[in-house]
């Protein structure tokens, strides 16, 4: 018997991906159903070929619902999450939402696994924001060889982290340059057309941005706690795929070679690093792709025991719905989910 899976949030960039990784990972479910706020009723998604009409969020039964995939943001998430766990349903949270709670794990598969046993507390696993997903993926191999004490990182991220409408607005804004008409700004701080922009997510009291925050602290959290990491998180105009120059400081000494063979049989990562004129991975690659990419992994000479690298993600895939999947996958492959049994 399949699984009964619910999609929440089935309209957004992450939903929509949701739903086409399920199909192409020809995950276990019997039933597929797309939920949204009711604003979006009524609207279709494919899941492979089919069209799934959406229903309401708010009038929707989960008693004979196994999985929910949830990325509605944080406020709905917070609200729904447990009400739909308290009916059964495994709810995996893409929202900031839940991610510090101590009774929810914080999972990326390749990493920590084994901390989703804990996950019947609440019924709820929060997957992790998406430029610390592929950096833990990267991180994790080299942990476990040399200890990581510190890590500084600078992201470039892809518009389409900020969602469907924040693409809209780097369209539309690169446009406007081209035909000569006036730039304006809604969804970014600033213009992001032929820009960078320093700042993704809200200030918060240190001078740090609440993207930068969630880097460090889930970093610890899906991690080590030990990790100090440093992070500057900035908007660029790249519609999907999040890059991140990557230095890090290790307490035991590792070489680029050595990382470099760690790093190509770990698992989630693929080395793309010919140090020859476009011999590393871009977003234009990685987008659509499984692979966190790696690329420029040199020595650090300024510090004892030190690697620098670039890393490369899908944002919405490894970042977001592959990643919650991924998750799904492994409750089932751990044995610790099975179908409800439905009415006949
Ligand atoms: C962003 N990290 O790229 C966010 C999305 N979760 O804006």
Sequence with gaps: MGYKVAVVGATGNVGREMLNILDERKFPADEVVALASRKSVGQECSYGDKTLKVKAL???DF????????????????????????????????????????DVPLIVPEVNAHALEGFAKKNIIANPNCSTAQLVVALKPLHDKAKIKRVVVATYQSVSGAGKEAMDELFSQTKSVFT???????????RIAFNVIPQIDVFMEDGYTKEEWKMMMETKKILDPKIKLTAT??????????????NI??????????????????PGCLVIDKREPGGYATPYEAAGEDATYISRIRTDPTV???????????????????????????????????AKKKAA
């Design 58 to 60: 708010d009038h929707y």
């Design 63 to 102: 008693s004979d619902v196994d999985i929910c995939l949830m990325s509605a943001g944080g406020t709905v998430s917070k609200e729904w999450s447990p009400k739909i766990a308290a009916q059964g349903a495994v709810v995996i949270d893409n929202s900031s939402a839940w991610r510090m709670d101590p």
């Design 180 to 190: 000569l008409d006036e730039v304006t700004t809604k969804k970014f701080p600033k």
């Design 233 to 246: 998180c900035v908007r660029v105009p790249v519609f999907v795929g999040h890059s991140e120059a990557v």
């Design 249 to 266: 400081e290790f307490e035991n000494p590792i070489s680029d070679e050595e990382a470099r063979e760690i790093l190509r049989s770990a």
């Design 304 to 338: 004892e025991h030190g690697i620098e690298m670039w890393v490369v993600s899908d944002n919405l895939r490894k970042g977001a719905a592959l990643n919650t999947i991924q998750i799904a996958e492994s409750l089932i492959n751990r044995k610790l989910l099975q």
